[in-house]
């Protein structure tokens, strides 16, 4: 057909080197390609099916790659660095070592995902689904939960919802539920990212 012509003449073209730098690959057909180490730097790759495909180590710094399929690919030791990621498929994917700082992870989907040595420092993972990743214990993982967090004038939001810390200390002693059940991990994660913001506000103020 002609859109396997078309994804043909494009994996070619990646093979001999062409140049893909900030390339616009909107909804590309890149399922299973060998782009090992390609220079896909600010790259458009929105939508873009890149299931099982071979990125390792390649640069993907600024790409965009929202809602891309990028379940089972490999992308060991690749550079995301400040990558859009939002809503993507990583089901499965092979992300060992690779460069997260600042990528924008919202919503995407990271279940089985191995997270070996990746370093997800400053990465927005609000809305991500993390079940069943692996080796989430030896990744740089920032302060993430569902919500995020800010403090205005001596007073936390999270979410939609403003307190005092006191007011936040005592909310999360009782038994009052919001939308996140309290024997959940995410209202784990609601309350370390209290705690740390209280542990900052308070260093702050000394």
Do not use: H
């Amino acid at each position: 057909t002609e859109a396997e012509t078309v994804a043909q003449t494009l994996k070619d073209a990646i093979k001999s080197g062409a140049n893909l730098r900030s390339a616009d690959l909107r909804s590309a057909d890149l399922i299973g390609a060998d782009l090992r180490s390609a220079d896909l730097s600010g790259a458009n790759l929105r939508s873009a099916d890149l299931s099982g495909a071979n990125l390792r180590s390649a640069n993907l710094r600024s790409a965009d790659l929202s809602g891309a399929n990028l379940s089972g690919a490999n992308l060991s030791g690749a550079d995301l660095r400040s990558a859009n990621l939002s809503g993507a498929d990583l089901r499965s994917a092979n992300l060992r070592s690779a460069d997260l700082r600042s990528a924008n992870l919202r919503s995407a989907d990271l279940r089985s995902a191995d997270l070996s040595g990746a370093d997800l420092s400053g990465a927005d993972l609000s809305g991500a689904d993390l079940r069943s990743a692996k080796n989430i214990e030896q990744a740089k993982m920032p302060i993430y939960a569902k919500w995020s967090a800010g403090i205005t004038g001596g007073k936390l939001s999270i979410g939609c919802k403003t307190k005092t810390f006191e007011e936040w200390a005592i909310w999360f002693a009782g038994s009052e539920e919001y939308s996140t059940p309290r024997n959940s991990e995410e209202f784990k994660r609601l309350y370390a990212l209290f705690l740390a913001n209280k542990a900052y506000y308070e260093f702050m103020k000394s």
